[in-house]
């Protein structure tokens, strides 16, 4: 059983800048793709980044595409999303994932999910 605890959310202007992390326990973390998916209110939940066990392969969604950078460190069993130049289309409850195999858009794909983590964006 895996649990993911995110962190690192908050309130921040637009064009500023939010590093979330997502810390892993109860598995072992590089078996993983790891995701970051995020939900606005009325809206589906969307992935917006994916990195497999290895690092070695990511993937972005459009709208976030050289704005966000999605890494992990496997000694810390932690994966991040960097995200710069935000826009308040970007406030949503951001959400950690895991999932052996490779990096998919389905949510029910992922076995574990973290509780979520607010990013507001400011206009």
């Known amino acids: 059983q895996v649990q993911l605890v995110e962190s690192g959310g908050g309130l921040v202007q637009a064009g500023g800048s939010l590093k979330l992390s997502c810390a892993a326990s109860?598995?072992?973390?590089?078996?993983?793709?790891m995701a970051w998916f995020r939900q606005a209110p009325g809206k589906e939940r969307e992935l917006v980044a994916g990195i497999i066990g290895s690092g070695g392969g990511t993937y972005y969604a459009a709208s976030v595409k050289g704005r966000f950078t999605i890494s992990r460190d496997n000694a810390k069993n932690t994966v991040y999303l960097q995200m710069i130049s935000l826009k308040p289309e970007d406030t949503a409850v951001y959400y950690c994932?895991?999932?052996?195999?490779?990096?998919?858009?389905?949510?029910?794909?992922?076995?574990?999910w973290g509780q979520g983590t607010q990013v507001t964006v400011s206009s």
């Open positions: 109860g598995g072992t973390f590089s078996n993983y793709a």
């Open positions: 994932a895991a999932r052996l195999g490779l990096i998919v858009p389905m949510t029910y794909e992922y076995n574990y």
